[in-house]
């Protein structure tokens, strides 16, 4: 994995409840599946046992992964955030110029984005064209379905 994923202090302790819960309780939980299945008999002809192997790999693969998330992890501040202009962990009101509605949408980590939440990742074309920009400030996105134009109204954390 290259760079850093940033992070607020919740979704830190989320992502290393997680693991600890992924260790603690599923993988003896695979491992008993396995010791199940193994002893009925031929493991050549054996499904139970070919799905237990096989869910215990995506759980060392998932366990792996969060590991590495873990040994990437930065914590933002939130109290050092600049207001002045949108960046991760502030809270952009913004109005779409081509139907003049408002949205506010706070700017996460990918591994925080919830649409329904309002959250969206800084690493979208939205959160990508948001970064950067102050009140008042126009900004161009590149999206899908094409372009939109978002002036900035408010920031806030």
């Known amino acids: ?40 008999g031929d493991l050549r002809e054996n499904a139970e046992y070919d799905a237990a192997k096989e869910a215990q790999g995506l759980l060392e693969a998932k366990i792996q992964k969060l590991e590495g998330d873990l040994a990437n992890a930065r914590i933002i501040d939130e109290s050092s955030i600049d207001t002045s202009k949108v960046s991760i962990l502030t809270k952009v009101t913004v109005t779409n110029l081509a139907n003049k509605k408002q949205m506010t949408y706070h700017l996460v980590s990918e591994k925080e ?22 009140i008042g400030e126009v900004a161009d996105v590149q999206v899908p379905a094409g372009k939109l134009q978002f002036k900035i109204e408010n920031i806030t954390v």
Not at 11 to 26: C, F, I, S, Y
Not at 117 to 134: D, E, R, Y
């Open 1 to 40: 994995m290259t760079g850093f994923t940033y992070f607020t202090k919740d979704a830190l302790d989320q992502l290393k409840a997680d693991l600890q819960r992924l260790k603690a309780v599923e993988r003896p939980a695979a491992s008993k599946a396995i010791a199940e299945a193994r002893e009925k």
């Open 113 to 134: 984005a919830d649409l329904k939440l309002g959250k969206i990742s800084v690493t979208s074309p939205i959160g990508k064209g948001l970064l950067g920009k102050q």
